[in-house]
């Protein structure tokens, strides 16, 4: 078994996107969940570490060393122990918990190098419950150097890294994997796509959104032929997502960040080239349908409810997530089937 720890504090989705590489994942505490097996943790926008788990206590130091000093440890090699109170619920001092644990590991013939330990020994105190686990893996952290700003071809309402991240995990993006983002605007969900390794294809009915777009996975991806890295190819289109063009099940799945009413070029199904808000729901319910034409899953991300335009369309939603960006902006996740 292992523990996870989680980013942020929306456990339900983060939980929702460890569980797309990882198996069992099940509630443990707040921001910590256990699986019984994991893969590709470095891509995981909402994990932070992975640890093997020794086993879970209550939150106190007592039941930490006591729970350690039983631990069978096949290990050898240098230890360090960082303890962590996990959203800052457990009042437990980290400190004293380290040295605490430390000393346990010494008794048992260990050596400490805080700097560079052969085994990171992980403490996770959250308001009920201390996890203990060997850190076996950890994601990478770059998502800074893709923040919209940052990127050759800029919109405001672009998608930030972490989020398209996420999105794209849950809709099962990896080598091999061919994914869709039909209303592509910047590009950022295909980017995150790619640098997992899928084959990405963009769609958007704007001309400059195309150009910019491309500039951006030409930014961030390799996708010249001759390329040996590991991101997946890239292309984008002009097109319009109501209307397709790829044959019956050509995609393995898609993700879109459909128009917010307020500032996104709306180009409707019936009325193309007209930009209004009228045809937001109409557009919403045609690119569904084009949508499970082509794909078998679907991830809708957008300011507004479209549960049942979703159901409408034949899609069963397979999850429901919201989250909150500031106070005028809430985004509204599907995961479709
Ligand atoms: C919310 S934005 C996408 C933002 C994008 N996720 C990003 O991070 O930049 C929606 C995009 O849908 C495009 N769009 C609107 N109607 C469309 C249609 N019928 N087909 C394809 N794209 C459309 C708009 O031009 C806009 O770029």
Not at 3 to 12: I, K, M, N, Y
Not at 24 to 46: D, N
Not at 62 to 90: F, H, K, N, P, W
Not at 262 to 281: F, T, Y
């Amino acid at each position: 078994m292992y523990v996870l720890e989680l980013a942020g504090e929306d456990d339900a989705f983060a939980a929702r996107e460890a569980a797309s590489s990882c198996s069992g994942v099940s509630e443990l505490a707040p921001g910590l969940v256990s699986a019984r097996s994991v893969s590709q943790i470095e891509s995981l926008a909402l994990t932070r570490r992975a640890s093997v788990l020794i086993g879970h206590t209550t939150a106190t130091v007592a039941d930490a060393r006591s729970l350690l000093e039983q631990a069978s440890i096949d290990r050898t090699g240098t230890v360090a122990v960082r303890a962590r109170d996990v959203r800052g619920t457990s009042e437990v001092d980290t400190q004293r918990i380290e040295r605490a644990l430390g000393r346990v590991l010494t008794r048992r013939g260990f050596a400490v190098d805080l700097d560079a330990p052969d085994h990171e020994l992980r403490a996770l105190f959250s308001a009920d419950t201390c996890a203990l686990g060997w850190l076996t893996a950890r994601s990478v952290r770059n998502f800074g150097d893709r923040m919209p700003t940052k990127r050759p071809f800029f919109q405001p309402g672009s998608m930030d890294p972490l989020l398209a991240r996420a999105l794209v995990n849950i809709a099962g993006a990896r080598p091999g994997v061919r994914i869709l983002d039909p209303m592509c605007g910047t590009g950022g969900i295909l980017v995150e796509a790619g640098l997992v390794g899928a084959d990405v294809i963009g769609l958007d009915v704007q001309p400059k959104m195309v150009h910019g777009a491309d500039k951006n996975l030409n930014r961030y991806l390799d996708t010249g032929s001759d390329s040996d890295t590991e991101t997946g190819s890239g292309d984008i289109l002009r097109g319009n997502a109501t209307r397709l063009p790829f044959r019956d099940g050509e995609i393995d799945a898609i993700v879109f960040d459909a128009p917010y009413g307020r500032q996104s070029k709306i180009v409707s199904s019936e009325d193309e080239g007209n930009a209004n808000e009228n045809g937001l729901p109409s557009l919403v319910s045609a690119s569904l349908d084009e949508a499970r034409r082509v794909a078998s899953r679907t991830v809708l991300v957008a300011d507004r409810q479209w549960d049942e335009v979703a159901e409408a369309t034949g899609w069963t939603i397979e999850g429901s997530f919201e989250r909150r960006v500031h106070k005028s902006l809430t985004r509204y996740i599907l995961v479709l089937e």
